[in-house]
């Protein structure tokens, strides 16, 4: 594993995983994050950016909530890789099984998805259940999906890869498995790296 070049001097970044599964990934990358799950880095530390690892569990949302996604002070992005569930008072939810479609969408060219074409995009879709999201009558919240299951209706959006604006907070939901297999799977080392570039190379706002 290549280490990661281009990475944010004068930004915090916090990664979030009780597996350690990311953090090792991220150590081989040679990205500078520190490990949130130990108290004393959440208690004196406000992170720019979080990087939260596949299937936390429910217990942990609470940790998340109460204590990593509250210090908002200087939190610009969030990066939430693929989870079973969300709590039911989430903004967004997993989608059931009845509710799986093969019909995907995608934009390849995206940033996002630099270096997979069509073709990788739907071998990981196999192994991926997607979010689905409400849409809300707020204008500060914009949703952008670049991996999207077909629309139940004009308020609900399925997808297996979303952003979400809301004010000054970017927040990424990638569905698609990359942790588990990432040494031997070379479209997670990709997604992975995209997903990094994307909140690393100025893609986000920064608070005023």
């Not at 520190?34 to 208690?43: E, L, N, P, S």
């Not at 939260?52 to 998340?64: M, R």
């Given at each position: 594993m290549?280490?990661i070049?281009?990475?944010?001097r004068?930004?915090?970044?916090?990664v979030?995983?009780?597996?350690?599964?990311?953090?090792?990934?991220?150590?081989?990358l040679?990205?500078?994050?520190a490990d949130a799950?130990f108290?004393?880095i959440?208690?004196?530390?406000d992170p720019?950016?979080?990087?939260?690892?596949?299937?936390?569990g429910?217990k942990n949302?609470?940790t998340?909530?109460?204590?990593i996604?509250?210090?908002d002070?200087?939190?610009?992005?969030?990066?939430?890789?693929?989870?079973k569930q969300?709590?039911k008072?989430?903004p967004?939810q997993?989608?059931?099984?009845?509710?799986l479609?093969?019909?995907?969408?995608?934009d390849?060219?995206?940033?996002?998805?630099l270096?997979?074409?069509?073709?990788?995009?739907m071998?990981?879709v196999s192994?991926?259940i997607?979010?689905?999201?409400?849409?809300?009558?707020?204008?500060?919240w914009?949703v952008?999906s670049?991996?999207?299951g077909?629309?139940?209706?004009?308020?609900?959006?399925?997808?297996?890869l979303?952003?979400?604006?809301d004010?000054?907070?970017?927040?990424v939901?990638?569905?698609?498995p990359?942790?588990?297999?990432?040494?031997?799977?070379p479209r997670?080392?990709?997604?992975?790296r995209?997903l990094?570039g994307f909140?690393?190379?100025?893609?986000?706002?920064?608070?005023?």
């Amino acid at each position: 594993m290549a280490p990661i070049e281009k990475q944010p001097r004068d930004k915090l970044i916090w990664v979030f995983d009780t597996s350690g599964a990311l953090q090792k990934i991220f150590k081989g990358l040679q990205v500078h994050a520190a490990d949130a799950t130990f108290q004393a880095i959440r208690d004196f530390q406000d992170p720019n950016i979080i990087f939260i690892g596949e299937n936390v569990g429910p217990k942990n949302f609470q940790t998340l909530k109460e204590r990593i996604l509250s210090k908002d002070k200087c939190l610009e992005a969030v990066v939430f890789l693929r989870q079973k569930q969300f709590p039911k008072n989430w903004p967004i939810q997993v989608a059931s099984v009845e509710e799986l479609s093969r019909n995907v969408s995608c934009d390849p060219n995206s940033t996002l998805l630099l270096g997979l074409n069509k073709l990788d995009i739907m071998n990981m879709v196999s192994n991926a259940i997607p979010t689905k999201i409400t849409k809300r009558k707020d204008k500060e919240w914009k949703v952008d999906s670049y991996i999207s299951g077909p629309r139940k209706t004009e308020k609900q959006i399925y997808s297996y890869l979303a952003v979400i604006q809301d004010k000054n907070l970017t927040t990424v939901y990638c569905q698609l498995p990359l942790t588990k297999d990432f040494s031997k799977e070379p479209r997670s080392a990709l997604l992975l790296r995209d997903l990094l570039g994307f909140v690393f190379e100025n893609r986000v706002p920064t608070n005023n």
